[in-house]
């Protein structure tokens, strides 16, 4: 058994295109109906702001699967500590002993989180994309850019975040690590006036981003909502888009956008493997809104984490 630290790990796995393959392969994978992946197992601490979600999948053919305890507690920044941390636990396929263990501390979670959002705009929105509104000014803010510039020409970023000292800050960091034009709104509706892509990447309680608020041809990617007690879409975004897709439609209905929608949908559900594997072909016109939910999945656990396990034993085999 191998124990892997975060530093070694992020040697290894990186915002990139080789890390992106592998975790579309994991939706593939779940698209074609070779995954295993039970509910998620997920427990609140509510009287420090915490969570904890334990997360798996096993995709067929993989000699190895993962098993991710992933705790976040959002008040942590305020003590000096992140919000998320974690590890990875890899078991052979064959016999369920312990391949390794990746003590990431949330590092592969926000890689691989990052990378399902760069997906969802590679197969939904519009090709020549180039501004994006990111609401929020947390760390997937910023990795959610990076990693959609992966698959689409982004060069302006706008930001809305509810403290302006965070979008300041934000505006500085993104101008100087990724050569990006960044501009702050005093408010969602203005921060979307031109937007592409809008991704929110909050854990709203309340829904942020109205219909009102999207223009016509913009794709958009929710990533906050993860859990019960979160929304940041209103019911009206979910039922007027042309195009609906989630990552698993179990567990939006559970714990993402869906399950605060209290009328019939008007428009067909889809996965968004099942979109990778071309099932139904998925086409829009210009002016089409669409829609992702990425609730986090299982199987993006097990594919970056295996991805991790099959560079750090490359690298070792050549010392």
């Known amino acids: 058994m191998k124990i892997y630290n975060k530093s070694q790990i992020e040697q290894v796995t990186q915002l990139d295109l080789n890390a992106l ?3 579309e392969n994991g939706f593939k994978a779940l698209g074609q109906g070779n995954v295993t992946m039970p509910p998620i197992l997920s427990m609140a601490i509510e009287e420090h702001n915490g969570e904890v979600d334990v997360k798996t999948a096993h995709i067929k053919g993989n000699e190895r699967f993962a098993i991710k305890i992933s705790p976040v507690f959002f008040d942590n920044p305020k003590l000096g500590l992140p919000s998320l941390n974690g590890l990875m636990v890899l078991f052979s396929a064959k ?19 990052a990378l399902a959002g760069a997906i969802s705009a590679k197969y939904l929105s519009n090709s020549e994309a180039s501004k994006i509104t990111v609401i929020g000014s947390g760390l997937q803010a910023e990795l959610q850019v990076a990693a959609i510039k992966l698959v689409r020409p982004i060069s302006q970023v706008n930001i809305w975040a509810r403290d302006n000292t965070k979008s300041q800050a934000y505006k500085q960091r993104m101008e100087q690590r990724y ?41 958009v990617i929710a990533m906050g909502s993860d859990s019960p007690h979160k929304r940041e879409l209103a019911t009206s975004v979910i039922l007027n888009a042309e195009h609906l897709v989630v990552d698993r439609i179990s567990q939006s209905e559970s714990l993402g956008e869906l399950r605060g929608v209290d009328k019939p949908l008007t428009r067909s559900l889809v996965e968004l493997g099942d979109i990778i594997c071309g099932k139904p072909p998925y086409s ?31 690298i070792q085999s050549t010392m």
Do not use: M
Request: with cysteine; charged share 20%.
């Open 284 to 314: 829009r016109r210009v002016d089409d809104v669409s829609v992702c939910d990425l609730t986090g999945t299982g199987v993006q656990d097990t594919a970056i984490a295996d991805y991790t396990a099959q560079q750090l034993t490359s």
């Open 179 to 219: 050569d990006l034009s960044v501009s702050v709104h005093s408010s969602i509706q203005q921060a979307c006036q031109e937007a592409d892509i809008i991704v929110t990447t909050t854990p709203s309680k309340e829904p942020l981003l109205n219909w009102e608020d999207i223009p016509s041809g913009a794709h």
């Open 21 to 23: 393959a592998a975790v």
């Open 95 to 113: 016999t369920g002993l312990v391949d390794s263990v990746l003590f990431d501390e949330g590092y592969l979670t926000d890689i691989r989180t």
